[in-house]
């Protein structure tokens, strides 16, 4: 079974420009949640998909960053324009619906997508 | 809201050499605790986690945690570690039993060395 996969994995770019990462969750996962982590600080939640919802986005840091996922599937994080603050590691994780009785309390994480803004 | 602290950023040990990394956690009701690893190159992957029951968890590769109320700890240890357990080592809490609150602390980078 294919685990959780993000692309790209490094990415630089120049202020101002645009970037999108990706993400495909576990096939199945309803639950798909993006992470930042920026110069070696803790891991900070950004936002939480239920399908193809936003069910929290409460962390996301401004309006220059926009998450979608159309279908219930793999998501997209944009970030247009990109400032020198938005360098830091995007991770995506995913994880079962807890009604579906097979959500054991586990997130399956990617690689991360290291994002670098010159 | 609920929030970690991970007092050590490094831990640097010498192999077969026993280690602790601190785990402290705040919040207001019941939490679940877990322990993440992250190998070099590669993702998260739990560790071990504490969902209710009893307070000391293991993981298969010989570490333990155990979970402590009163001191709000979650400390991750192993009485003697290998060469792969080099890592950075996460803590992370949650408030909901599907997990959707997950919040991490900064992570501890333990370096075994020979």
């Known amino acids: 079974e294919a685990g959780v996969t993000q692309f790209p994995s490094h990415s630089v770019i120049e202020k101002g420009q645009t970037v999108t990462l990706r993400c495909d969750p576990i096939?199945?996962?309803?639950?798909l949640y993006w992470y930042r982590r920026v110069m070696g600080k803790e891991i900070k939640f950004l936002l939480h998909?239920?399908?193809?919802?936003?069910?929290?986005e409460s962390g996301m840091p401004n309006n220059r960053f926009l998450a979608e996922r159309t279908g219930g599937t793999y998501s997209t994080l944009k970030v247009q324009p990109a400032e020198l603050e938005d360098s830091g590691v995007y991770f995506c994780?995913?994880?079962?619906?807890?009604?579906?009785?097979?959500?054991?309390?586990?997130?399956?994480f990617g690689e991360g997508s290291r994002l670098t803004v010159l | 809201a609920q929030s970690v602290t991970q007092l050590d950023s490094q831990v640097p040990v010498f192999e077969e050499a026993p280690v602790e990394l601190r785990c402290n956690y705040s919040?207001?009701?019941?939490?679940?605790l877990f322990w993440y690893v992250q190998y070099p190159n590669q993702g998260l992957q739990l560790l071990l986690k504490?969902?209710?029951?009893?307070?000391l968890v293991e993981s298969i590769n010989g570490f333990e945690a155990e979970f402590n109320k009163s001191q709000t700890s979650f400390h991750l240890r192993k009485p003697s570690v290998h060469i792969s357990d080099t890592a950075e080592y996460f803590c992370?809490?949650?408030?909901?039993?599907?997990?959707?609150?997950?919040?991490f602390g900064a992570g501890t980078r333990l370096t075994v060395k020979p």
């Open positions: 994780a995913s994880s079962q619906d807890l009604t579906s009785g097979a959500n054991t309390g586990e997130l399956f």
């Open positions: 096939s199945g996962h309803d639950n």
């Open positions: 998909f239920v399908k193809e919802s936003k069910q929290d």
């Open positions: 919040s207001s009701v019941s939490v679940y």
């Open positions: 504490y969902l209710s029951g009893s307070t």
């Open positions: 992370a809490v949650s408030e909901t039993a599907n997990n959707n609150d997950m919040r």
